[in-house]
């Protein structure tokens, strides 16, 4: 009998759920050759340190390894002591990227030595984020062919949906979303693992069952509920890095942007030499931030609230994430509202599309009217139809759900008596209706409506519509009206820059 939280982890090293990487023969092979320190670099909850831990255990020498930290202060002291000692053992030194330079200078001088020396008593493996080992090299530059250094990049998706199947065999369960939870893992091992224990607790799976169980589960309401949950313990750190030491809503929000960049980031890191040269148009205001030291000193004048999350590197001018949930969080969450708490104008980030029309089959000439009086005025408008050539061979729910959920400024549902008879109708109104609260639904209510239908959102305003009148000149009006709403919120004054829900 195992337990939820045995099997999919959301801390410490998977029992159940351990996949190796594909270097990990050449680890263990590293780990037993002597005088031959390691280096193990790559994004948080790639799996560096339950690699480690597990080649260490298969080989026998787990219990005879010193295990320190970078982040505790009590182990500080030993880290810096290392160099002066004989006869180490082998000690791991957790996130040495963290270390100060005069520290990994003198731990970089100490490897070289017990390379030289082949010395079978010593060994110092470092697990660090990206660029752990050039980091290295860059105090020693002979070291590099002195020291093993592995890179565990983002896992494919074939790693993640065998961790997932692992769990699967050990609680009798069958995820119907596999595939897909492995595509929004992102290659974290630690992402795959929180989504599928979330996907389970809310399946009422909490062990393993008796007989094989499928779990059915909506993917999208896991991520939107596991988002939450990362809103609280993410949040006001983005926030005060995108807001800076000082909120400018007069300037180009630099730190808004980085924050944007690495959150679009494929290896949760951010290069910003090359983000400046992708673009050009925010060199000045940026290039700036950079080159005064306002980024290093921003981290460091709120290192309470940023330390935990953020670790930037000048001299490559690589900022990384401490924590893939953080990523996670960031990649998914509704940027234009982030923006607007944030205390920026809204139209830093646009979406895809200013208004997502949502309507049933028997409605269409409504909607498709509608959407050429939109497009007429150079409104970006989403209508099925007009996309049929993006989504033949897709996954339809999983292409539309993100453009009612974020990347539509404004919802706009056509509520006819055949609006709640209809499956895609279902589908989308349970997408987009928590942005009522948002102020980003602007629902068109026909009169042959009995009242009722979506009673519990009937305190929003909404537009009126009686397919019995002049239909023409009404979705004309409906145009116009929709078409003020855009003008009138890119000329809005920026949000007060509270957390408070701003209106849009």
């Known amino acids: 009998m195992a337990l939820i939280e045995e099997v999919f982890r959301l801390s410490g090293v998977p029992t159940y759920t351990f996949v190796e990487p594909v270097q990990y023969d050449a680890i263990k092979v590293a780990i037993r050759t002597p005088g031959r320190c390691i280096v193990l670099e790559g994004p948080s909850g790639i799996g560096k340190t339950s690699t480690i831990t597990r080649a260490l255990d298969e080989l026998g020498i787990a219990g005879a390894v010193l295990p320190l930290s970078a982040r505790k202060r009590a182990d500080f002291e030993l880290i810096e002591a290392l160099p ?7 000690v791991i030194v957790d996130d040495f990227h963290r270390l100060p330079d005069r ?8 490897m070289k030595v017990l390379a030289d020396e082949g010395n079978d008593r010593s060994k110092l493996i470092l697990i660090g984020i990206n660029n752990a080992g050039s980091q290295l090299v860059r105090f020693a530059h002979d070291l590099g062919l002195r020291i093993d250094v592995f890179k565990l990049e983002a896992n494919p998706v074939s ?4 961790l997932i199947a692992l769990g699967e065999r050990a609680l009798n369960v069958a995820i119907a979303d596999k595939g897909k939870i492995a595509e929004r893992a992102q290659g974290s091992f630690h992402i795959a693992q929180l989504l599928s224990h979330s996907m389970c607790v809310r399946a009422k799976v909490t062990e393993t069952k008796e ?11 896991v991520v939107e509920e596991v988002l939450a949950s990362l809103s609280r313990q993410f949040l006001d750190a983005a926030l005060t890095f995108a807001r800076g030491s000082k909120l400018r809503r007069e300037g180009r929000a630099p730190y808004l942007h980085i924050l ?9 890191s951010l290069d910003l030499n090359h983000a400046l040269m992708q673009n050009p148009e925010h060199r000045g205001s940026i290039g700036q931030v950079l080159d005064k030291g306002h980024l290093i000193g921003l981290l460091q004048e709120k290192s309470d609230a940023l330390g935990p999350h953020f670790h930037y590197e000048p001299t490559t001018r690589v ?19 982030f ?48 996309e049929q050539h993006r989504i033949i061979a897709r996954d339809v729910e999983d292409y539309l759900a993100p453009i009612y959920r974020t990347e539509a400024r404004y919802v706009v549902p056509l509520l006819t008596p055949s609006y709640p008879q209809r499956i895609w109708t279902k589908f ?33 305003g909404r537009l009126s519509f009686n397919p019995e009148g002049n239909v023409e000149k009404q979705l004309n009006d409906i145009a116009e009206t929709l078409s003020r709403r855009l003008i009138e919120d890119r000329q809005e004054p920026p949000a007060s820059g509270d957390d408070r829900p701003q209106r849009r």
Do not use: C
């Not at 007989?211 to 309401?221: F, Q, R």
């Open 84 to 90: 002066l000692m004989e006869d180490i053992g082998t």
């Open 103 to 110: 520290t990994k200078a003198a731990l970089s001088d100490f």
């Open 159 to 162: 790693k993640i949906e065998e």
């Open 211 to 221: 007989i094989l169980t499928p779990i059915t589960s909506s993917l999208e309401a």
């Open 260 to 268: 944007k960049w690495l959150s679009e980031s494929e290896d949760w």
């Open 319 to 337: 900022l990384s994430v401490e924590d893939p949930k953080l990523i996670f969080f960031l990649k998914n969450m509704v940027w234009r509202e």
């Open 339 to 386: 923006t607007r708490k944030a205390g920026f104008t809204s139209e830093y980030f646009r979406g895809q599309y200013d208004f997502a029309l949502s309507f049933a089959g028997a409605d269409r000439e409504y909607a498709e009217r509608l959407f050429n009086l939109l497009t007429e005025r150079e409104i970006s408008v989403f209508y099925d139809r007009n």
């Open 428 to 460: 989308e109104s349970d997408v987009f209706r928590a942005r009522f609260g948002e102020g980003a639904v602007i629902a068109i209510q026909f009169s042959t409506v009995q009242e009722g239908f979506f009673s519990e959102h009937a305190k929003y």
